[in-house]
């Protein structure tokens, strides 16, 4: 029932930004804790970042950490992730998904992969050097 969709991806310059969304529909009215993953070709999906429900607790890998920025809009059931500062090392496909723990607790959000039950499809990020 809960349907997660990207958008924003695309071609940039090394130095570039970027902004990511995604739009959630199906699920519960109280929302779920989101999340980024990436996956570049030949290597393993890794987290990026996350946000809880009630948007006050946020994660981020040490690689993106002071670069990127994920923020929500829960009346329009939509996460975002700004990316500055980006690099070809960022180059990969995109994913968000969903964690319905979220729904329990408006703090709580994870950096584990297996925490979240609803992906997206993925949205291709790619920066030129």
């Known amino acids: 029932q809960v349907q997660l969709v990207e958008s924003g991806g695309g071609l940039v310059q090394a130095g570039g930004s970027l902004r990511l969304s995604c739009a959630r529909s199906g699920g519960t009215e109280s929302g779920y804790a989101m999340g980024w993953f990436r996956q570049a070709p030949g290597k393993e999906r890794e987290f990026v970042a996350a946000i809880s429900r009630n948007g006050g607790g946020t994660a981020y890998a040490d690689s993106v950490k002071g670069r990127f920025t994920i923020s929500r809009d829960n009346a329009k059931n939509t996460v975002y992730l700004q990316m500055n500062s980006l690099q070809p090392e960022d180059t990969a496909a995109y994913y968000c998904?969903?964690?319905?723990?979220?729904?329990?607790?408006?703090?709580?959000?994870?950096?584990?992969?297996?925490?979240?039950?609803?992906w997206g499809q993925g949205t291709q990020v790619t920066v030129s050097p």
């Open positions: 998904a969903a964690d319905r723990r979220g729904a329990y607790s408006g703090s709580y959000r994870s950096q584990s992969m297996s925490s979240y039950e609803y």
